[in-house]
């Protein structure tokens, strides 16, 4: 059964991971947000290269105490914690917590008081943040996110009994390109320092991940430049990074089998063996999701004509598209399709019960190898 596989990259992963460290300066704490794939492969690959996990729910604190027992992580965020959650975070010796609303710091202030041990909390922020030479303003606009500034000022200034406000949490925007980022972090820690006289900022995540060119890469050194010099203007501060889909996108590959492909009113459909319940992010992101055709060496069956192509899966919904319009060459039944940046919310954002289809497999190793190999066994009769 040549049944989709999700093969992920821990070499390629740990390379990467490497970079972004060390192109950010030492005192800049890298955090991994681990919502954007909390696989445990990938939890172990990044353990020794990151300075800690961003955690959101109690869910990724079970997972974080079973793949790295031992390892407190070093944040736990979300808009909507209860109580249980918080106490989780609590009882998990969470590094600090990131608060998002006056109510929520009342009610971790009280199970910290009844649990004799101080919360250390970074009050989420949605600032306004005006990006220099874009007419663009981030953050400041109604949002389930973070508490408006004069709350964080007075939460700041009148914590309740039971938590320690130690600075500053903003997670603004995503799909920021490295000088914007670094804009909205030196913005986001003048206002802190000025405001909150903040000791530590969390400044999010959000780098850009551009689905239409594979090779590039977010520009983490001139990132580094630009927190480089916010810790020169504030030399005690503890900054900390935290970003997700940067961090993995690229090590993740799905791999689908052409189970049929066919004209309909003129366009050329090329049908896998898999679809969006696996990989949901093109239709989570609305973009086409990029992919390499492995040609099966024994194939003898139908063709497209090498021109513009729509991929689709098994759901019996007009929505399972996962590229449209691509031009990758002639695509035939039996052809392996190799989707790329398949890392990051990917498999851990999809619907993987609609239809109840089997799930893919998963293994470790060069998606690349894995597609050649499967293209060079007989197909499926
Ligand atoms: C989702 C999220 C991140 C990670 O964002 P990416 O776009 O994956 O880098 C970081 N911080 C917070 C608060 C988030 O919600």
Redesign the pocket.
């Known amino acids: 059964m040549n049944g989709p596989v999700y093969v992920h990259d821990l070499d390629g992963l740990a390379a990467h991971a490497r970079s972004i460290r060390a192109a950010l300066p030492s005192r800049v704490e890298l955090l991994y947000?681990v919502?954007?794939n909390p696989d445990p492969d990938v939890l172990q690959t990044l353990a020794p290269v990151v300075d800690g996990f961003?955690t959101?729910s109690r869910g990724e604190l079970r997972r974080m105490a079973e793949v790295l027992p031992g390892r407190a992580p070093a944040a736990f965020?979300?808009p909507g914690k209860t109580a249980e959650d918080l106490a989780a975070a609590l009882a998990a010796g969470v590094d600090r917590i990131?608060v998002e609303s006056p109510a929520e710091l009342r009610r971790l202030g009280a199970l910290a008081v009844a649990g004799g041990t101080p919360a250390r909390v970074l009050l989420?922020v949605n600032l306004p943040v005006e990006a220099p030479g874009a007419s663009l303003i981030m953050g400041g606009r109604p949002s389930p996110?973070g508490m408006d500034p004069t709350d964080a000022v007075e939460c700041a200034r009148h914590p309740p009994p039971g938590v320690e406000v130690r600075g500053v949490?903003a997670?603004l925007a995503?799909?920021l390109d490295a000088p914007l980022a670094g804009a909205v972090a030196a913005a986001v820690v003048r206002w802190a320092v000025a405001e909150v006289d903040a000791a530590e900022v969390d400044v999010?995540?959000?780098?850009a991940?551009d689905y239409a060119d594979p090779a590039a890469r977010f520009d983490w050194v001139g990132y580094g430049r630009a927190l480089a010099n916010v810790l020169d203007a504030h030399p005690g501060l503890r900054l900390r990074v935290?970003?997700?889909?940067?961090?993995t996108a690229y090590c993740g590959a799905y791999l689908a089998e052409v189970i049929d492909v066919k004209r309909s009113h003129g366009e050329w459909f090329v049908v896998v063996a898999g679809g969006t319940h696996h990989l949901r992010t093109p239709a989570a992101k609305g973009h086409p999701q990029p992919f390499t055709v492995h040609r099966r060496q024994d194939a003898d069956g139908p063709r497209t004509d090498g021109g513009p192509v729509t991929v689709v899966g098994q759901l019996c919904t007009p929505k399972d598209v996962l590229s449209r319009s691509a031009t990758a060459g002639p695509i035939g039944v039996g052809d392996v399709l190799l989707f790329a940046m398949a890392g990051?919310?990917a498999w851990n954002i999809s619907h993987r019960d609609f239809l109840l289809h089997d799930p893919p497999a998963f293994r470790t190793g060069d998606p690349e190898q894995v597609a050649a190999d499967w293209a060079a066994r007989p197909a499926r009769s």
């Open positions: 947000a919502k954007a961003e959101a965020a979300g990131h989420r996110f949490h997670h995503s799909g999010g995540g959000g780098m991940v935290e970003p997700g889909r940067s961090v990051a919310y």
